[in-house]
DNA sequence: AGGAAAAGGTATGAACTCAGACCAAAAACG
DNA sequence: CGTTTTTGGTCTGAGTTCATACCTTTTCCT
């Protein structure tokens, strides 16, 4: 009476639910937003009443995480009116590298995200490109642009080009777009410090940005999306041969 | 000192936490693949210490959200060996429509959602088109196709839809792919339920299917890629008509 | 018939999370 | 200079979730 269903299906589709720890998740969320220098160093976080509702959380929860990110020492935190918690993190070398050698786990998790990357992050730009954007819209894709092209030391950049990507995602206006960019993104950081950085990719890296910052202010989906996968490919055809 | 970041980014980044009540996102996820035709009517469930497994829940947890599947009258449940948890929602009316009409945080969801698919699918669907894929797995593809083609009645056809779109998803072996997917279907599934079918949509939607399955059988990524495109600007015109 | 195995059903104590109220410090404001 | 306001720090009781046992029912196998 009782028949089961073809296999592959639910196999692929019931994932874990995750969320246990909600301060692990808080703890998460905040350290890879400052990381990726989505508060760069000398920023102040949102109040914590503030940050709490905005991670639907208890305050309590919040505060345990915030605890945490100032043990780890991302962040440094004053009491009182104009007080706060302040980015103290230098973008470069900490946390993350502990876990030294990757496991395969770890390492399918990588490669996916390439996979995933590749998908999402040209669909962004496509549809980025194809929204009317409002001139200061455009000027921030311009500014992030210009940080990332202006930024000196390698951290630095590193920092600069999350923030431009997710820049670009946020052009989209679209929460299921940036969510996915900001994840993609935070895997592929982590993946980036564990490489060396060369020169040279560097400067093929910001052309692209440059023809990507273009085709998007000239509304041309198809070459924005064009541009971006090449630029998916190009890092992930170099960070497979490194890490993979 | 402490300055504050541009404000675009830190607005778009931070999402709230998802996951208190771990047993809802359980009864979310059984819910959606149940309704989504990933257990059709008459299969059985996996045993509750699988699933908990699964989900990375303990079964107490587990158990919660079966109860409210049993009481939502999706699935009945039988004891002793060979016994289990067996579908026996009738894939066409229930639930959901509970919320009559649609708030405007709703439809703002499900305007994202279109979004997000309309890069998601077609992305699954060029991936999947360009991995070097086993003859069983065609099959699986071949069969899905087939099952939406031969569906009778509308309900079973709109699940059969869901099992066909989750096929191709599952085709690309990136969890993160299908999970992308996963989501955006039941949102989709969700809308499609709210509006009436019409037998031209259907018929012109097969046609759609059928090429797409070529260009993956083929293995043109392009040209699967802008099948599957053209695939969801209908439905969501279609939608956004219907709904927005 | 009689066990072994597989499935759901039950119970318990520890840990986590929540909401809300209240305290303390420090800057801003009049 | 003192009051107000903003911000982090603390406490508490109720509700969830977890891990880990153990029990009961039913079927399959020898």
Redesign the interface.
Known sequence: ??????P???E?????????H?FE??VE?LAT?IR?G???R???L?AERE?AE????SRATLREAMAALRQAGLVETTRGRGG?T?VTLKPGLPAARAAARTSTARRQSWL??L??R???E???A??AASRDLAPDRLA?LE?AHAEVASASKPAEHRQADS?FH??V??L?D???????V??VQATLHEMLLAIPVLGTNIAHSDRQHARLVRAIVAGKPDLARRVMEEHCDDTAALLRGLVG
């Open positions: 009476m009782s028949t089961t269903p073809a592959h299906l639910p692929a589709v019931l994932r874990p639910v995750r969320g246990h909600a998740s808080c969320q937003a990726l989505v508060y760069p000398g920023t102040t949102p940050l905005r991670l639907q959380v706060g302040v996916d995200s996979d995933f590749r998908i999402v040209p669909g962004a496509a549809l921030q500014e923030r997710l820049t995602a946020a989209t679209s929460p299921r777009t940036v969510e996915a900001t994840s």
